[in-house]
Nanobody
Framework: QVQLVESGGGLVQAGGSLRLSCLAS????????MGWFRQAPGQEREFVAA????????SYADSVKGRFTISRDNTKNTVYLQMNSLKPEDTAVYYC?????????????????WGQGTQVTVSS
């Protein structure tokens, strides 16, 4: 059974940092594009970041560029999202996703597997 399990969310003050992790199990994702998305209450799920299977290629939403960093460790089947200089508008449920493609896809419909999400709350 394929599973993506996020962890590392929580409550942090504006300007603080959090590191999210996503552990994949059930099959290897070492050849998959991995992505992070987020969804705030009343809003659509939006792309945050994606990383190629090798880790060399990355893509970020303009709203997080320069503040967030996506990385992966294929030996651990884990993807990370380092979030610095957090703002209240970063508050959302963050989802990990996997896409069986080589392209750095940024649309939710292009991803095949999803985690349950982890809550990130940034207070002002």
């Amino acid at each position: 059974q394929v599973q993506l399990v996020e962890s590392g969310g929580g409550l942090v003050q504006a300007g603080g940092s959090l590191r999210l992790s996503c552990l994949a199990s059930g099959r290897t994702f070492s050849r998959s594009v991995m992505g992070w998305f987020r969804q705030a209450p009343g809003q659509e799920r939006e792309f945050v970041a994606a990383i190629s299977w090798s880790g060399v290629g990355t893509s970020y939403a303009d709203s997080v560029k320069g503040r967030f960093t996506i990385s992966r460790d294929n030996t651990k089947n884990t993807v990370y999202l380092q979030m610095n200089s957090l703002k209240p508008e970063d508050t959302a449920v963050y989802y990990c996703a996997a896409a069986d493609t080589v392209a750095l896809v940024t649309k939710a419909r292009e991803y095949d597997y999803w985690g349950q999400g982890t809550q990130v709350t940034v207070s002002s």
